[in-house]
Nanobody
């Protein structure tokens, strides 16, 4: 059974930075594209960023709202996917989750169908 353990969230002022981490177990990490998602209170979960590392190289994908501010990366040796978040805004406040799919472009298309999610990590940005 795959497990996602997210960490690194916290309370930060607008303009600040946080680095989120997701450790994955129960799968062959390198077989999957990994992504970050978030869900603000009272809103639907949304795609944030995705990354894949295959024979064609590293591919990334970002939601328009975070382009230029967030950077996703992965460490295959540690089964770890990270999200560096800079210039945070109050609208970034949400619970952040990671998940997987077979290709990076599938992440933003299929995530609402995923059955299993970790606990997530809370990010709160004050104005």
């Amino acid at each position: 059974q795959v497990q996602f353990i997210e960490s690194g969230g916290g309370l930060v002022q607008a303009g600040g930075s946080l680095n989120l981490s997701c450790t994955v177990s129960g799968q062959t990490f390198t077989l999957y594209a990994m992504g970050w998602f978030r869900q603000a209170s009272g809103k639907e979960r949304e795609f944030v960023a995705g990354i894949d590392d295959d024979d064609d190289g590293i591919k990334t994908d970002y939601a328009d709202s975070v382009k230029g501010r967030f950077t996703i990366s992965r460490d295959n040796a540690r089964n770890l996917v990270s999200l560096q978040m800079n210039n945070l805004k109050p609208e970034d406040t949400a619970v952040y989750f990671c998940n997987r799919d077979l290709a990076v472009d599938h992440l933003r298309q299929h995530y609402l169908k995923y059955h299993y999610w970790g606990q997530g990590t809370q990010v709160t940005v004050s104005s």
